[in-house]
């Protein structure tokens, strides 16, 4: 391992069966943990959530429930999206996971006033994850006063993990 790793998170990943991702969702974090502490200095105007999903289990449901699970699980403009890729189950996954940090991030979960196809991620066309928002999630967006909202994805050995970061709306 490159030696600017410390040797006790290098120990971790070494008898971690995810020590990769293990690793690469602790760098995540500490990004995430620098922006917010540099952010919060001048106030508190975000928050932050993470979400793991297993590829494997996405790609259970999907290889039973097929179209249906799609349909349930996607917002059009992920839909298209998945039809270009050529990993479903990632794909599915990486955004199963990506919606759940987000909607953990607005505080509400997938309930109160927020549900599964009411948030997404599309890739732009750089393939930076992008947060979207079906209209009645950009309505509870709006009434929980939150504006940007960025996402990083990683996955490896068959563990997807999504940080979300959620601005708050600056007002005009």
Do not use: C
């Amino acid at each position: 391992m490159p030696t600017a790793i410390p040797d006790w998170l290098a120990h971790l990943g070494a008898w971690s069966e995810f020590g990769g991702l293990l690793f690469a969702a602790f760098a995540i974090l500490i990004a995430v943990r620098s922006v917010q502490d540099a952010k919060q200095a001048a106030s508190a105007s975000e928050r932050s959530a993470a979400a793991a999903e297993e590829t494997a289990r996405i790609a259970r449901v999907h290889e039973k429930y097929g179209e249906t699970f799609v349909r349930r699980l996607l917002l059009p403009d992920e839909e298209r999206q998945l039809r270009l890729t050529a990993r479903p189950a990632r794909f599915l996954a990486m955004r199963f996971a990506a919606k759940e940090a987000i909607v953990k991030a607005m505080g509400t979960g997938f309930a109160h006033g927020m549900w599964i196809r009411d948030v997404g991620v599309v890739q732009n066309s750089w393939g930076k994850p992008e947060v979207i928002y079906s209209a009645r999630g950009e309505r509870m967006r709006e009434q929980l006063g939150i504006g940007e909202g960025h996402v990083t994805l990683t996955d490896e050995k068959g563990l997807v993990v999504a940080v979300a970061v959620l601005l708050r709306r600056v007002p005009a």
